[in-house]
């Protein structure tokens, strides 16, 4: 075994293809997504590096094609998770005491796979399988998660290094172990990168992981694991069980040896994870590590001073990228009255021009939304506001899922600054707009603090400084990531850590040292050179 003492690679964030015109990338892209389109593929459990077919299947549809089957995917039952647990359990004794810089290892080249060979195959399993369109793919399937695969070797290195201080006669140390048990990995379906980091950040500590990916982004998911593979990543670290959130969810709760759970999705599921936490948290080994992100009511916040170009395009793109499927998106705005006509203007000029399709076009700006019950949900949201006497819709509006799920870029502006779609997270390209009058800007801020019970991102759009400064401190508790003259999407890794309190999560910061410290179990060494060899102490003695 070496022993020399490893540095690893110093991360730089992954640059990003544009897909111009006549581009090699562009070519390549458009290659892999005609090849994907026209098979279909078989998607196990993945339970100790064994692929196991249970015969219970979902199908997997392109969004905005939904006809079009990509494969299907075998559900776990109660029996595989229990497999999984166990697997996972007994992958711990060896891969816990694996050198670091082995675990590194892995990690540092699934980066390299993905950036090199597997790109364009994970971009376009991204587009087909959630509807993402070329660049919203790049930034997230290629892009993000090649950035976290590099930067969480970098932090973990960082943790490593912490030492605590030795004096004479003690040498002191920390050992960061990982996690007493194995940790719950539940990913969303809007980015393959969560569904990359969510269960790599804790194994990367020395965890074993149980991972439940979206049922609606197992396609994608599936790819990932696959590069894991590739990268040397040793069988039962991260076992890959979709199925149902109840017949997954619930054994896995219930089982004594949890010991952490890595979450982004809903914040009623996450709510409900945490109640059945607390009521099972006698019979457990150890007090689970709960780490969340959870939904957003995110806002663009403008005063007077802002520059109405800039902040157009910073709602259009904020709000409509990805058809307003991130929890970053803008959702609500507070607009001043003296700006709203040429700003109303423009948005509703710009949203005009938003083509919508099938994401292999690449002139289109936005695919379909995920499947049929989101695309309900969000009708709902539509139809309320077309109904209300409080509320006006000024773009978009229409619905349409009889080829796909897709729902128009839709602008809605309310007379009411509590009004339902002001408040509630609708997770669709529906962007509502209250216009506040230019005196009263502290009680439009007060409004935006307390409207919404979430507190995940948020910016706002001014020229004058004094004035930024007095936003950013009354706004200080509504948003985790907060943007100044920019969208409140698009955070990168090792740049904007990601994460929001409130209703919208623990605020662990995916993309920091943060998160990962969360995946270690310390253990204090100290170790005396010289004891003491009689139990007297001096003041024992009178004389």
Known sequence: MSNAILSMPVPKNEPSYDYGPQSREKAQLKAELERLSKQQIDIPLVINGKEIRTGETQKCVMPHNRRHQLGQFHKAGEDQVQLAIQAALEARREWANFPWEQRAGVFLKAAEILAREQRFTANAATMLGVSKTPIQAEIDSACELIDFWRFNVHFMEQIYRQQPQSVPL???RVEYRGLEGFVFAVTPFNFTAIAGNLPTAPAMMGNTVVWKPASSAVYNAYFILKILEEAGLPPGVINFIPGPGRTVGDPVLSHPSLAGIHFTGSTAVFQNMWRTVGSNIHRYHTYPRLVGETGGKDFIFAHAS??????????????FEYQGQKCSAASRAYIPKSLWPRVKEQIVEMTGELKMGDVADFTNFMGAVIDQDSFNNIKAYLDYAKNSSEAAILAGGGADDSQG???EPTIVETSNPRFKLMTEEIFGPVLTVFVYEDRDLNQALELCDTTSPYGLTGSVFARDRRAILQISQ???EAAGNFYIND????????????????ASGTNDKAGSLINLQRWVSPRTIKENLLPPRCFKYPHLEES
């Open 170 to 172: 003690s040498w002191n």
């Open 405 to 407: 799920f897709f729902i």
């Open 306 to 319: 802002a520059d109405p170009d800039t902040l157009s395009v910073a709602l259009v793109r904020g709000a």
């Open 474 to 476: 009354a706004l200080k």
């Open 487 to 502: 969208k409140p999407t698009g955070a990168v890794v090792g740049q904007q850590p990601f994460g929001g309190a409130r």
